[in-house]
């Protein structure tokens, strides 16, 4: 497991309490889980996502993650549709260790409101979460 | 003994089925036909299923070869925190084999099959005072079926008042099965925390409690290893919004003769026979998992039931408010007659059975909780839960730690459960255990700490002593390869 200096948190993206981290690109902002979320999960497995169309609302639980330890839910961090998913992750789950906020990108979402990007975490204020 | 008890051994390697035999070779004689020859109908005959063609000492070896890389508890101590892997006395499979047990014919009628009937219904009322429910169902397979009938039996319960309900409270220290079971059953489950003393408390349970919540759910004790104390102030906010409490009575081994279930406010509870029972389990035969309920509940546990109607026993159907079969004909009966073979041969030290189960847990936690680190740091009940914080700065981790155990020749416990401890180590040593074997336990896992100080690629190569070593989890996850 890494220390807390060893985690990778990019400055370009906002964190959920339950770490999921969302980047704006654009109109649309993408969705995955941060480094240490993958590192504490370990090996993941399976990585099970909706179909694109579908909408949820902020908080509202849009898949699972599976590893060789568990299964966690995945959470929104923003309300609205997902317009793509990373159809990557079914041969490749393991892009979700090797490379969290690149190609282990889950959902890319159309928000219904993009100021609830404001409400998430900064990269100091989730880091200050994680030291607890 | 000084040694420690896990060594090394001739054992034999061994291929799959598939790879050993040869095309015709066969292990079974046909009896000679009696009857007449016969056509049969086409959409019955074609491609047999992929059998290896072997002889009789092909698989008789092949099946001891692979028992001898295994490990179950007659090899050793097997502390797998809540599956209550205890010793299963022989005499058991003994009284299972009896031919009287074993030719019966599930079809017999009742009044050739009155001996095992006679049986069945005894262990009905063993179970009804053991948990202070009086009315029990035998059918369930194991504890999620259970679980599963008990929901049922819920749900039926509430529709027969006319007030369909949809929700139902988990706690987060309940068994993961039990929110999987409850959804299986058309409920929406709502997860509920437990307190910083890792047990319910009722105010977070009377924030949540309405008249749409059919009940809550509680693993009691928890799978903290806790006793939920809050219990009858819960029952009674749950009771009073007209809800039902049901019990996951999977940790049973501590509590028997020492709570009445019914007492406390449980409306239904399973029990698993294969754990507190001691019938075999995991890979050594089939559970069960009977459910038992309060008076009210009675008219709708599963059919048939057995009935007494005098000096004889039947079985019947007449209970038009039952939710119908749950198992083929009437359960795993040769688990039955195990499980009550139990309860004869202790009778009332069934009690010491839990109090010598909560002794030993206590006596694990008290003498490793200067070793690994304790988040709960009070009396538990049949298993104590440790985590690997102690030694995160060797990062080593649990799982490095548990298959480490493997070397000195114990099972490993339950890793990474339950949820709400990180790193979670659950032992459950259950009262089979000896002094002698719990002393040499604990010493494994003082030595195992040690060496994540001294030597951590030790534990992070470990186990270096079975015959297959650690295996690749996460490739078996990503790219399972099925044969056969």
């Not at chain 1, 060893?6 to 906002?14: G, M, N, T």
């Not at chain 2, 949809?166 to 987060?172: R, S, Y």
């Not at chain 2, 081994?253 to 409306?267: E, L, P, T, W």
């Amino acid at each position: 497991m890494k220390e807390l200096n060893e985690l990778i948190l990019p400055d370009d993206v906002r964190f959920t309490e339950d770490h999921e981290w969302a980047r704006r690109e654009g109109e649309t902002v993408r969705v995955g889980i941060s480094d240490y979320a993958q590192d504490q999960l370990g090996d993941i497995v399976f990585v099970e996502l909706p179909e694109a169309g579908s909408t949820f609302g902020k908080g509202d639980e849009f898949g699972t993650v599976e590893s060789v330890k568990t299964v966690s839910e995945l959470y929104m961090p923003v309300g609205g549709e997902v317009v793509t998913v990373n159809e990557e992750l079914v041969d490749h789950p393991e892009y979700v260790n090797t490379d969290p906020y690149g190609k282990g990108w889950m959902i890319e979402v159309k928000p219904d409101d993009l100021s609830e990007m404001d409400a998430l975490l900064d990269r100091d204020a989730y880091l200050r979460q994680l030291e607890g | 003994m000084k040694e420690v008890i896990g060594t090394t051994g001739l054992v034999m390697n061994e291929p799959l089925l598939w790879e050993k035999g040869v095309a015709g070779r066969i292990g079974f004689s046909m009896p000679r036909r009696d009857v007449p020859e016969a056509p049969l109908d086409a959409s019955l005959t074609g491609e047999g299923p992929d059998f290896p063609d072997l002889s009789e000492v092909d698989v008789v070896r092949h099946y001891t070869r692979l028992s001898q890389w295994n490990y179950g508890v007659d090899t050793g101590m097997y502390p797998l925190g809540s599956c209550t892997m205890k010793y299963n006395p022989k005499t058991h499979e003994r009284q299972a084999a009896l031919p009287g047990f074993v030719n019966a014919h599930p079809m017999l009628p009742a009044s050739m099959a009155q001996g095992i009937l006679a049986l069945m219904h005894e262990l009905e009322t063993c179970l009804a005072e053991i948990t202070g429910l009086p009315a029990v169902t035998l059918q369930p397979a194991a504890g999620a079926h259970g679980e599963l009938t008990g929901m049922m039996v819920v749900r039926a319960y509430h529709n027969d008042r006319g007030k369909p309900r949809h929700k139902i409270l988990i706690p987060d220290t309940a068994h993961g099965t039990n929110p999987a079971s409850s959804a299986l059953c058309g409920f929406t489950p709502v997860p509920v925390s437990s307190s910083a003393r890792g047990v319910l408390a009722q105010e977070t349970i009377a924030a949540v409690m309405d008249e749409d919540t059919a009940g809550i759910m509680i693993t009691n004790p928890n799978t903290l290893g806790l006793f939920e104390e809050n219990i009858r102030a819960i029952a009674k906010i749950v009771h009073d919004k007209g809800g039902l409490v049901y019990v996951d009575g999977a940790n049973m081994n501590a509590m028997m003769g020492i709570v009445s279930m019914g007492a406390i406010g449980v409306d239904v509870m399973h029990l698993n026979l294969h754990k507190t029972f001691s019938t075999p389990h995991g890979g050594g035969g089939p559970g069960a998992g009977p459910v038992c309920v309060t008076e009210a509940l009675a008219p709708f546990l599963p059919v048939p039931r057995v009935v007494r109607e005098g000096d004889a026993y039947a079985l019947s159907y007449d209970f038009p408010k039952s939710i119908g079969k749950v198992h083929a004909f009437y359960g795993n009966v040769g688990v039955l007659i195990k499980a009550y073979c139990y309860i004869l041969s202790l009778g009332k030290d069934l009690k010491r059975v839990s109090q010598l189960a909560v002794l030993n847990a206590n006596y694990v936690k008290e003498r490793l909780k200067d070793t690994f680190h304790l988040p709960y740091d009070r009396p538990c009940m049949h298993e104590c839960v440790f985590t690997d914080k102690n030694q995160e700065a060797h990062k080593v981790t649990t799982l490095d730690m548990a298959k480490r155990l493997i070397d000195y020749g114990f099972h490993p416990p339950t890793i990474y459960f339950p949820l709400v401890v990180h790193g979670a180590i659950m032992i459950e040593p259950t009262e089979t255990e000896s002094k002698e074997t719990l002393d040499s336990f604990i010493a494994a896992c003082r030595a195992i700490a040690t060496e994540a100080a001294q030597s951590p690629d030790t534990l992070r190569e470990a186990p270096t002593k079975p015959k297959v070593r650690r295996l690749d989890e996460t490739l078996a996850a990503r790219h399972p390869h099925l044969a056969g």
